[in-house]
């Protein structure tokens, strides 16, 4: 039987792409290696969101591509939004790939694997505005968590960002399709559902009824076999009172919101075409922890786009000082091709990028340690998702901890668990982003 492994990089839209590709190579007969030395196709999923992604990919790339020469591999099929983006370069400078699938395409990619054994090379590139958006999936994540994607696509149309050009405008899946899905996830044992789209805020406004879905959707999903729900990502200015209000009654979503923010300042939320300012945010976000009992709040900033002032990065970070936002990735402007804040004037040097993010990255460790200290001898709900033998602990995460991107809790005890289990934890101690405590109870 031929064996196919799969390599998934970027995000986690871009996984379920991945989980979907699996699915219909087993349907196909194909067997799936988490080996690539012994695997006979090789796929790579690639990112190509940001400089740092692409080079991400090329090099993974490379690395799958010296199986061929030292192992079993026949043929490497590269697929998602590096292939979408440089089909063309792909074809002329990496000779080691067989076969491309854009992001429109994954799901021929039983066509791709057929043409590589064939001793063919392939390239499908179909409308990025049509790719199918159900279908089976393999899960690549633990058993106990899954994410589920309501929607494909974006029309945000943000300056700085390619997304729209690579996964094409925004498409909402039927809510009945979403639903059957998560009832499917929930029966086969996933404790924690993470809803994920470019922006779930609009889901269901693309559909025949143009109404706000997502509190429906939350309220449906709150009545399945789930432990925790959590939301990636709510843009701030489609963030309705309705939704604060399913968000604050339902206990089994989670109070953990990613609200990618990107910049307060007037004059560049404009210039990224954002709306919101300084105080706008301010607002929201006052209104929200105060409808939201221990609500902790993710977010995403750029720092250094074309023509960012020091008064303007002052006032950015002014705001953090003031909001006390609890989790935050900071991210130097990348100047991507085919994007309007590329070409605009006044680009920032890379060595004040650098130091703008390093000033922010700072600003947001105060932080944590003021929310680590706020959370001394509480005792907190934590999702068990192992053993690290070094420390001699279990770790895990609590509700104020996203997959792979949040701290971890390291906690003893005297009971045997398993990856999945919810326990209660005592903390006792802040180990920098991480926390450390006692297992008091399940």
Known sequence: MTK???ISLGCSKNL???EHMLAKLRQSGYEITEEMENADIGIVNTCGFIE??????IETILDVARYKENGNLKGLIVTGC?????RDEMQTELPEVDAICGTGSYTNIVDAVRDVLAGKKAVYMNDISSAALEGSREQLTPSYTAFLKIAE??????AYCIIPKLRGAYRSRELNDVLNEAKLLSDSGVKEIIVIAQDITKYGLDLSQHTRLLPELLRQL???DFTWIRLHYLYPDQITDKLIEVIANEPKIVKYLDIPLQHVSKRILRAMHR???RESLTGLINKMREKIDGLVIRTSLIVGLPGETEEEFSELCEFLQEVQIERAGVFEFSPEEGTEASEMPNQIDAETKTNRRLI???LQSGVIDEYNLSRMHQTMQVLCEGFDDSMGLFYGRTYADSVEVDGKVYFSSENELNAGDFVLVKIENSLGADLEGIEVGG
């Open 222 to 224: 709150c009545k399945m």
């Open 4 to 6: 196919v492994g799969l």
């Open 153 to 158: 696509g974006c029309s945000n149309k943000c």
């Open 52 to 57: 740092a992604a692409k080079t991400e990919a």
């Open 275 to 277: 709306p919101g300012d």
């Open 82 to 86: 590096l292939a979408q983006r440089y």
């Open 360 to 362: 922010v990255e700072e």
């Open 16 to 18: 379920v792409d991945s």
